[in-house]
């Protein structure tokens, strides 16, 4: 005898497979609107830098003075500010009045990241702007100890390098080569990926596509 067939209902239908990470209408326009509202941040984000670029120039070459002085003894380096107030001169007490001004430095140089980093922070979409003002003020606090460290390393630099037979008597090759990369180093890929790293810090996983859990 023949077995009667078994209906197709009974057996379980396959569900079709889902793909793991599926990115919603929001998720996908992200990154354009991340791009849009940068440009649109980055002309006001330039007039504050500018706003405040004397009052800043002025607080990091104190602080700066300040640091080398916890790091030499007598007290001889003094930073002054020039007629441009972008630059300002590198000085000895120590020195010869023949030799007043032994090197200068244009400060805005330093720190014009600034407006790069204000940009791509309050440019975040999908992010309230108390938040967005929130994490902006802790990566300026990081980007201002950056300044400070960089404009210190300038003058170390300027020391070991610049003075001739004076460098050589003082910090040797040795000195020469640690503040001559360390400089070169955070004066050039160090400076202009900062914005990005301190922003990426806050905001990459927005941009990642999201995975759920393997059911």
Avoid: C
Avoid at 12 to 22: F, G, H, I, K, N
Avoid at 105 to 120: K, Q, S, W, Y
Avoid at 137 to 144: M, S, Y
Wanted: charged share 15%; proline share 7%.
């Amino acid at each position: 005898m023949k077995r009667p067939a078994q209906s197709d209902t009974s057996r379980p239908r396959q569900q079709p497979l889902r793909p793991s990470a599926e990115k919603s209408p929001g998720e996908k326009s992200l990154a354009p609107r991340l791009v849009r509202n940068v440009l649109l941040w980055l002309v006001p984000s330039i007039l504050a830098w500018l706003a405040i670029t004397g009052f800043y120039n002025r607080f990091l070459t104190v602080s700066a003075e300040n640091l080398l002085h916890l790091v030499e003894s007598p007290n001889v380096t003094r930073l002054l500010p020039k007629e441009d107030p972008a630059y300002i001169t590198i000085t000895r007490s120590d020195f010869p009045a023949s030799r007043p001004n032994l090197y200068q430095v244009r400060v805005t140089d330093i720190h014009f990241n600034l407006f790069l980093l204000a940009a791509l922070f309050l440019a975040m979409p999908g992010v309230a702007m108390k938040q967005r003002l929130g994490n902006l003020a802790w990566a300026l606090l990081i980007a201002v100890f950056f300044h400070i460290l960089l404009l210190f390393l300038w003058v170390k630099f300027v020391y070991a390098t610049q003075l001739g037979d004076w460098s050589t008597a003082h910090y040797g090759e040795f000195g020469y080569n640690l503040f001559g990369m360390a400089k070169h180093l955070l004066d050039l890929p160090f400076k202009l990926a900062l914005p990005l790293v301190l922003w990426a810090a806050f905001y990459l996983r927005a941009l990642l596509p999201r995975r759920e859990s393997a059911q």
